[in-house]
């Protein structure tokens, strides 16, 4: 008969001394198993006497527990080990110099970056952010704005029709500018309204310096005394600080937009000649902007009283400044999808403009 005193010394010294898991899992199966030493003798245990089986039994059931608890230390025990060990190699040397970006690392689209940038800088100015859906009513897009619908200004947008109307039986277009968020927002609330509204527009047109879908920005300021030289300011200060130029040549021409009166273009002064579109050279004119004073009509679509309130609006084109800012010729490269030509012009994460950059002049 095995002596148990003897047979528990025996296992607790080799758990003791066993170096690693895969050494202490096999001590576990091979006493604790389902075939293992003290599993088989637990067996034997119905061969013995009723007296037997008391007496050895008791002394098997505290030699088993004894056995798995110092199993239980001991496995605690090595991992805490192999994780400090662990620790001990994977040290992190902060003093080594940044990896440069490898070829898979994304980059961010010129569009991204500079939406990121005009909302910073007009954030900084005190403006908020509204937004509105990209599908619009035929209401918000132009009838409220004061293009109904045998108005020839809706000829000016080469519109996207959706084939179906809205469960409010309302005709739907994608949206082909931002002014629509100015109704809907102001409808929301109460004046002063003080917001920029960026997001996606589309219209049939394509060319160097049009694509079907872009990017506009609308803003908007309405409350009792804001005028148009409040509106030149706004336009100047971006465009100085959006260029981190000390001075800018803008052009504002008068124009017309059926929802400003008076309205106006910005048009910036650049070089188109080369391979390389420069701003503040040369002498050419791209038009990145509309503007104007709001129309009282448009005041009253979003139940504005026109005789207390008054404001300005524009729209920027966002991809137009991309253009200009980051000297790209072509429009239509922008939305090609191609990797290489992201690479070239796209930003890498550390490039994400900060609260205080852009207007820093
Ligand atoms: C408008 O869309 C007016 N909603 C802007 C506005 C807002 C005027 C508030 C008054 C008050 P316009 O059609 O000119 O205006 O477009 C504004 C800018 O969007 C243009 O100056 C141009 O920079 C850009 N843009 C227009 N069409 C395209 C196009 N197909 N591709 C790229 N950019 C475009």
Not at 122 to 136: C, K, N, T, V
Not at 315 to 331: C, E, F, S, T
Request: charged share 30%; glycine share 6%.
């Amino acid at each position: 008969m095995i002596d148990l005193v003897i047979l528990e010394k025996e296992i607790l010294e080799e758990v003791k001394s066993v170096k690693d898991q895969d050494g202490l899992e096999a001590i576990r199966v091979g006493e604790l198993g389902k075939k293992g030493r003290i599993s088989l003798l637990m067996k034997d245990l119905s061969l013995l006497s009723p007296e037997e089986k008391k007496e050895k039994g008791s002394t098997l059931n505290k030699l088993k527990n004894n056995v798995s608890n110092s199993i239980s230390e001991k496995k605690e025990e090595l991992e805490n080990t192999e994780l400090n060990n662990r620790l001990l190699k994977e040290k992190v040397d902060v003093s080594l110099p940044v990896q440069s970006q490898s070829a898979k690392t994304g980059k961010i689209h010129p569009v991204s970056q500079v939406m990121d940038e005009i909302s910073e800088i007009f954030g900084s100015l005190g403006y908020q952010i509204a937004e509105g859906p990209d599908i619009e009513t035929e209401h918000y897009n132009f009838n409220a704005l004061n293009i109904p619908e045998s108005h020839p200004a809706r000829q000016m947008h080469d519109t996207f029709y959706m084939p179906d109307k809205n469960d409010n039986d309302e005709s739907l277009v994608l949206r082909t500018h931002t002014s629509p968020v100015q109704v809907r927002t102001m409808e929301k609330g109460e004046p002063p309204f003080k917001f920029i509204s960026p997001g996606r527009t589309y219209r049939c047109d394509s060319d160097q310096t049009h694509t079907p879908m872009f990017h506009q920005i609308e803003g908007l300021v309405v409350d009792e005394k804001t005028h148009l030289g409040h509106l030149k300011w706004t336009l100047e200060t971006f465009f100085k600080s959006f260029f981190e130029l000390d001075s800018i040549e803008i052009q504002l021409r008068p124009s017309y937009f059926p929802f400003t009166e008076p309205s106006l273009e910005v048009d910036v002064l650049c070089d188109r000649s080369g391979s390389v579109l420069k701003v503040g050279e040369g002498s050419d004119w791209l038009e990145v902007a509309g503007a104007g004073m709001i129309h009282s009509e448009v005041l009253k679509s979003a139940n504005i009283d026109p005789t207390k309130y008054q404001g300005f609006a524009f729209g920027l084109g966002v991809d137009r400044l991309a253009q200009l800012k980051y000297g790209i010729p072509d429009l239509r490269t922008f939305f090609n999808g191609d990797v290489r030509w992201l690479n070239h012009y796209g930003f890498s994460f550390l490039d994400i403009p900060t609260l205080s950059r852009g207007l820093k002049k």
